[in-house]
C-alpha cells in the first residue's frame, strides 16, 4: 500500500464511522481530494471525475464536499472569491500562494504558534486558531516568465 492508500483506508474508516455511507462518487471525490496535493476547488473536482460519473453534477461534489468537511477530513480554504478551496492536509500549516497561476502550496512552521499565547496575553482572547498566506510566484511562473 502506498501513503495515499493508507490515507484513504483512514479517511473511509472515519466516514465509516462518522455513520457516513460510502458511494461510489464519494469514494472517487475523497480519492481525488487525497491524490491532488493541489487544493482544488470543487468545479476542478467535478471536471476530474465527470467522464467517471457521468450523471454527477457540482452540486453533488459540493455536497460530499460538505460532508468531509462535517466530520473533518478537509479544510474549506475561502479567500474573499466564490470559489473555495479544498484541502485534505488538515494538520496545522500555511500556505504560499502564486499571483500567477494561483498554485498554492503547503509549508510547516511551527514556531508561529506561539503567536496565539502572545495574542492571547496581549489581547485577553480566547484565540482558536489563526491563518497566514504569503504570496509571490510559484518556481513553475518563474521558469515560463524566464522564457
Ligand atoms: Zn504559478
Ligand atoms: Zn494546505
Redesign the pocket.
Known sequence: MTVSDHRLQDAIDTLKSSGVRITPQRHAVLEFLLNAMT?PTADEIYKALESKFPNMSVATVYNNLRVFKDIGLV?E?TYGDSSSRF?C?TSD???AICNNCGK???FHYPSLNEVESLAEQVTGFDVSHHRMEVYGTCSKCQTEMAH
Open positions: 487544493h479544510r480554504l484541502d492536509n500549516h500555511y500556505h498554492i502550496v503547503d
